[in-house]
């Protein structure tokens, strides 16, 4: 059961030398199906004869079970008690730190013990008022708590391993530590997939990041990790958001399709989403989604559904369509749009708008699907550059777009070569947000609250991964880079959580800044020659754009309307700002001339968005 490491002035300690088995959590029981019996007499005379055996059973092993705890209490009691005795005797002989091991141990087994929680009390303070403990003393409490840990381990008592193992690691962090770490990570493990078996994902999570935190990159703990990220964003948007929950969902299924019940979770999502679809006569729509249920379970009744949508589908595709409104005057520019609709509409300008391409993202109500167009200034039209995204990001040069992918099949960000109009998965969590390029275009950082405990994080990652999970740097979100590479800003507070607003840190994370001081301070852009930034913030009570001073801290503000102003980016000379409002009742939008503060309306962008301070805006030459 155990092996023997010798370490320098150390005496032959007791390691494990196999760890617990994992237990399975999958286990299925065997489905029984009886015979039924030709006369009802039979039957019923079986049935009585089955009750009285279960309540046997029952009577027999309730009484077994009764016993087995019963004899358990009196050896915990017993083993407690003889601790607390090996606890007297070393506070008698001055070995304190070996007498509050002792009472630990023994009151960890009987936590009715009123005198021994006296005499580890007694015990501590002796320890405070004698000061540090010699090496020696110290040495033989680490060797204690040691064997102690092991023998819980061995027993399988996972719990209480771990916690004995953390008092060791605290009391000493070199004593056995590889034997300690290896015991702390698989225990963990393990108990974090007894925790994913009980439904209790955020114990689940934590486990699994001890694990990470002990062994980082360890590819178990990560893939579990992020299956019960995923599968607890799920639970956490159902009945919210039918959308998101399947994203989270089919990102899931795509990577283990039988992870608990991913499987029936993500056919009724689908199936709900498609009710409401369907209640609100969006047929086509919903007899898609009603398809994807059937394909993972083709019960009868989603099949009905998929074959009833299909036909009320094509009733209204053969009826008269009414010509669509359009949200601006002008007249309307064609797209490549997959299905007739009105595209986003240019203002015809009062002022000079400048030069370039400005990319953004519009929303379709009726078919629930976020678009990125991207806008010629010098032609004034709009152009599809992507469906199924948001947020994009162009690359330095123009050649590549980073995006938000909404597209169900592909999660995560994406990656869009404009010249071959190839997009590559760059990442799969639904949460992933935000992209932003660094200047030589080898790394892009992101925002995400993938984690169980739902923080932002900014991390960097390579565009040339694929489905990667990237670098965590800093506690934050929403990432600028600034064209010089030096710096990246974002939204954050300090390690206390206080003094939020917009920070700027080095890459990779250090020697963070507070630049601005205000809590709602965000959606940070960097002018291109890197003395000043924009921003967005509620300071006054509504989102106006501002503008500091990176020399000197001073601030301007740029904007002052009572719609909301938001998500800026910059012109490439650097005269400009381009912004996101809806002053007049819709989403558009508008530039504005840093000199003088003129404001002129470009383009309307669709629909109300559901959240419109997630969306971003690109501006390239």
Same mark, same amino acid.
């Given at each position: 059961?155990?092996?023997?490491?010798?370490?320098?002035?150390?005496?032959?300690?007791?390691?494990?030398?196999?760890?617990?088995?994992?237990?399975?959590?999958?286990?299925?029981?065997?489905?029984?199906?009886?015979?039924?019996?030709?006369?009802?007499?039979?039957?019923?005379?079986?049935?009585?004869?089955?009750?009285?055996?279960?309540?046997?059973?029952?009577?027999?092993?309730?009484?077994?079970?009764?016993?087995?705890?019963?004899?358990?209490?009196?050896?915990?009691?017993?083993?407690?008690?003889?601790?607390?005795?090996?606890?007297?005797?070393?506070?008698?002989?001055?070995?304190?730190?070996?007498?509050?091991?002792?009472?630990?141990?023994?009151?960890?087994?009987?936590?009715?013990?009123?005198?021994?929680?006296?005499?580890?009390?007694?015990?501590?303070?002796?320890?405070?008022?004698?000061?540090?403990?010699?090496?020696?003393?110290?040495?033989?409490?680490?060797?204690?708590?040691?064997?102690?840990?092991?023998?819980?381990?061995?027993?399988?008592?996972?719990?209480?391993?771990?916690?004995?193992?953390?008092?060791?690691?605290?009391?000493?962090?070199?004593?056995?530590?590889?034997?300690?770490?290896?015991?702390?990570?698989?225990?963990?493990?393990?108990?974090?997939?007894?925790?994913?078996?009980?439904?209790?994902?955020?114990?689940?999570?934590?486990?699994?990041?001890?694990?990470?935190?002990?062994?980082?990159?360890?590819?178990?703990?990560?893939?579990?990790?992020?299956?019960?990220?995923?599968?607890?964003?799920?639970?956490?948007?159902?009945?919210?958001?039918?959308?998101?929950?399947?994203?989270?969902?089919?990102?899931?299924?795509?990577?283990?399709?039988?992870?608990?019940?991913?499987?029936?979770?993500?056919?009724?999502?689908?199936?709900?989403?498609?009710?409401?679809?369907?209640?609100?006569?969006?047929?086509?729509?919903?007899?898609?989604?009603?398809?994807?249920?059937?394909?993972?379970?083709?019960?009868?009744?989603?099949?009905?559904?998929?074959?009833?949508?299909?036909?009320?589908?094509?009733?209204?595709?053969?009826?008269?369509?009414?010509?669509?409104?359009?949200?601006?005057?002008?007249?309307?520019?064609?797209?490549?749009?997959?299905?007739?609709?009105?595209?986003?509409?240019?203002?015809?300008?009062?002022?000079?708008?400048?030069?370039?391409?400005?990319?953004?993202?519009?929303?379709?109500?009726?078919?629930?699907?976020?678009?990125?167009?991207?806008?010629?200034?010098?032609?004034?039209?709009?152009?599809?550059?992507?469906?199924?995204?948001?947020?994009?990001?162009?690359?330095?040069?123009?050649?590549?777009?980073?995006?938000?992918?909404?597209?169900?099949?592909?999660?995560?960000?994406?990656?869009?070569?404009?010249?071959?109009?190839?997009?590559?998965?760059?990442?799969?969590?639904?949460?992933?947000? @935000? +992209?932003? /390029? !660094? &200047? =030589?275009?080898? #790394?892009?950082? $992101?925002? %995400?609250?993938?984690? *169980?405990?739902?923080?932002?994080?900014?991390?960097?990652?390579?565009?040339?991964?694929?489905?990667?999970?990237?670098?965590?740097?800093?506690?934050?979100?929403?990432?600028?880079?600034?064209?010089?590479?030096?710096?990246?800003?974002?939204?954050?507070?300090?390690?206390?959580?206080?003094?939020?607003?917009?920070?700027?840190?080095?890459?990779?994370?250090?020697?963070?800044?507070?630049?601005?001081?205000?809590?709602?301070?965000?959606?940070?852009?960097?002018?291109?020659?890197?003395?000043?930034?924009?921003?967005?913030?509620?300071?006054?009570?509504?989102?106006?754009?501002?503008?500091?001073?990176?020399?000197?801290?001073?601030?301007?503000?740029?904007?002052?309307?009572?719609?909301?102003?938001? @998500? +800026?980016? /910059? !012109? &490439? =000379?650097?005269? #400009?700002?381009? $912004?996101? %409002?809806?002053?007049? *009742?819709?989403?558009?939008?508008?530039?504005?001339?840093?000199?003088?503060?003129?404001?002129?309306?470009?383009?309307?962008?669709?629909?109300?968005?559901?959240?419109?301070?997630?969306?971003?805006?690109?501006?390239?030459?």
């Amino acid at each position: 059961m155990f092996r023997k490491r010798k370490r320098a002035n150390d005496a032959d300690i007791p390691v494990p030398d196999q760890l617990p088995a994992l237990e399975g959590m999958d286990e299925q029981a065997d489905d029984a199906q009886g015979l039924r019996p030709r006369i009802w007499l039979w039957t019923l005379i079986a049935a009585l004869v089955v009750v009285l055996l279960v309540v046997y059973v029952l009577v027999l092993g309730g009484k077994g079970i009764y016993d087995g705890l019963r004899d358990r209490a009196l050896e915990n009691q017993q083993f407690a008690q003889e601790h607390y005795e090996l606890g007297l005797a070393q506070l008698e002989d001055r070995q304190y730190e070996l007498a509050i091991a002792e009472f630990e141990l023994a009151l960890r087994h009987d936590s009715s013990l009123v005198d021994a929680r006296n005499r580890l009390q007694e015990a501590k303070e002796l320890v405070q008022a004698q000061g540090t403990p010699t090496s020696e003393t110290r040495q033989d409490a680490a060797r204690l708590l040691y064997l102690q840990a092991a023998a819980l381990y061995e027993d399988g008592n996972l719990p209480q391993s771990v916690s004995v193992l953390d008092e060791l690691r605290g009391l000493d962090a070199d004593y056995q530590r590889e034997n300690v770490e290896t015991m702390l990570s698989t225990a963990h493990y393990q108990l974090g997939q007894n925790a994913v078996a009980e439904n209790r994902l955020d114990d689940a999570i934590s486990h699994f990041e001890a694990v990470l935190a002990i062994k980082p990159g360890d590819k178990d703990a990560q893939d579990q990790l992020n299956l019960a990220d995923l599968y607890a964003a799920a639970l956490n948007y159902w009945e919210r958001d039918w959308s998101a929950t399947i994203q989270a969902l089919k990102g899931l299924y795509t990577l283990a399709p039988d992870y608990k019940d991913v499987k029936v979770r993500l056919r009724d999502a689908y199936v709900s989403r498609g009710d409401g679809l369907a209640e609100d006569g969006n047929w086509c729509l919903a007899g898609d989604d009603y398809a994807s249920a059937a394909e993972i379970l083709p019960l009868e009744t989603t099949v009905d559904k998929r074959d009833d949508a299909r036909i009320h589908c094509q009733a209204t595709a053969e009826a008269p369509t009414p010509t669509p409104t359009l949200r601006a005057t002008a007249t309307s520019i064609a797209g490549p749009t997959d299905s007739p609709q009105a595209t986003p509409q240019p203002t015809p300008p009062t002022m000079a708008l400048g030069k370039g391409r400005i990319a953004f993202t519009s929303y379709d109500a009726i078919r629930q699907r976020y678009d990125i167009y991207v806008v010629d200034l010098a032609q004034g039209d709009a152009k599809l550059l992507r469906a199924n995204g948001s947020q994009p990001a162009f690359s330095p040069g123009g050649r590549m777009l980073a995006f938000r992918n909404m597209d169900p099949q592909h999660l995560g960000l994406g990656i869009l070569n404009l010249s071959s109009s190839t997009v590559s998965e760059l990442t799969t969590h639904v949460e992933d947000a @935000s +992209p932003t /390029w !660094s &200047p =030589d275009m080898d #790394q892009l950082v $992101f925002a %995400s609250n993938k984690h *169980g405990d739902r923080k932002w994080r900014v991390y960097a990652i390579s565009p040339y991964e694929v489905r990667g999970e990237g670098e965590e740097w800093i506690i934050g979100q929403k990432p600028a880079w600034s064209r010089d590479g030096n710096r990246i800003a974002y939204h954050g507070c300090d390690e206390r959580g206080d003094n939020c607003g917009i920070w700027v840190v080095q890459p990779g994370g250090f020697n963070g800044a507070r630049l601005t001081s205000h809590v709602s301070d965000i959606s940070a852009a960097w002018s291109p020659d890197g003395t000043q930034l924009a921003f967005a913030s509620t300071r006054t009570g509504n989102w106006e754009i501002y503008l500091v001073e990176i020399a000197t801290g001073q601030e301007k503000r740029l904007t002052d309307h009572p719609a909301t102003d938001f @998500s +800026p980016t /910059w !012109s &490439p =000379d650097g005269k #400009q700002i381009a $912004f996101l %409002s809806d002053r007049e *009742g819709a989403w558009a939008v508008y530039i504005l001339d840093v000199k003088s503060g003129q404001v002129q309306k470009l383009i309307a962008t669709g629909d109300a968005y559901p959240d419109p301070f997630a969306e971003t805006l690109s501006w390239i030459p």
